[in-house]
């Protein structure tokens, strides 16, 4: 398969408007500041796109959607995984409407039951339209995903993850692949799924520690219990600096980037 990173930031991305508005005096490593005039630099809210022989799997869509596709150029998307609900990971769901019109059918959306119930409570209009059908309603059939499941030739296996007191919070292991993009703490039965892996994309969203998601200590404290062969690292703040932070990473993990594309 061809992973391509989409997005890699937080809800906040970088360069952060927190920043931008305070003329870049208290942003860290003056990141911020330095991604307006490097694009390297900047991060899109997170999202990856798996292409296998048979189609393209999208990871969320991003508040940054509409821009990642504009700039991948992606021809078609014929799945997407949800993680969870929050807006960083669903406001782009309108937008897909455009990939549908490619296809006869609806396209199928996976998560858990309840993110599929939040999906529906707030995008009704999609999942719930009146009378009147418009040209702007996304076509999406929406299947819960509770075990290994085959999409598109891959075994799609769901990975339960804690992410402060969100219900049915998962990430995704596709083959030999994980995707975990928002997580505190991963279950010991969830630990058990992720035995054995090519790749685990994880989530390291700055140094210092935070409530719901993972520091870059706590980050490296998996990787080196999972053992993966290579371990990508992704949802991350203005505080991650790569030319500071990269020097602290042990062989075989790396920080990814946007439009970073990768084999498996």
Do not use: W
Request: proline share 7%; hydrophobic share 40%.
């Amino acid at each position: 398969m061809r992973i391509i990173f989409l997005g890699t930031g937080t809800s906040h991305g970088v360069p952060a408007l927190d920043c931008m508005l305070e003329d870049y005096r208290r942003c860290p490593h003056d990141l911020c500041r330095r991604a307006q005039s490097d694009r390297r630099l900047a991060r899109t809210r997170a999202s990856i796109a798996v292409e296998t022989e048979r189609g393209v799997i999208l990871v969320d869509t991003s508040q940054d959607f509409r821009q990642q596709m504009l700039e991948s150029r992606l021809p078609r998307i014929d799945a997407v995984l949800y993680t969870h609900t929050h807006a960083d990971h669903v406001q782009g769901l309108p937008d897909i409407r455009s990939y549908c019109r490619r296809h006869e059918d609806p396209i199928g959306i996976y998560g858990s039951a309840e993110t599929l119930a939040e999906l529906a409570r707030g995008f009704r209009y999609v999942f719930a339209p009146g009378a009147y059908v418009g040209g702007g309603i996304p076509s999406l059939a929406p299947r819960e995903i509770a075990g290994p499941t085959e999409i598109l030739g891959l075994t799609v296996t769901p990975i339960p993850v804690e992410h402060g007191p969100l219900n049915g919070c998962y990430g995704y292991r596709l083959n030999d692949v994980a995707y975990l993009p928002d997580v505190k703490r991963i279950p010991e039965t969830s630990l058990a799924l992720l035995a054995g892996l090519d790749l685990l994309i994880l989530n390291c969203l700055r140094p210092h520690p935070h409530a719901t998601h993972l520091s870059l200590e706590e980050s490296l404290a998996y990787v080196a219990a999972l053992r993966p062969r290579r371990c990508l690292l992704t949802h991350m703040t203005h505080n991650i600096d790569v030319a500071i932070h990269g020097s602290l990473l042990p062989k075989g993990v790396a920080f990814a980037h946007d439009g970073l594309v990768v084999q498996a």
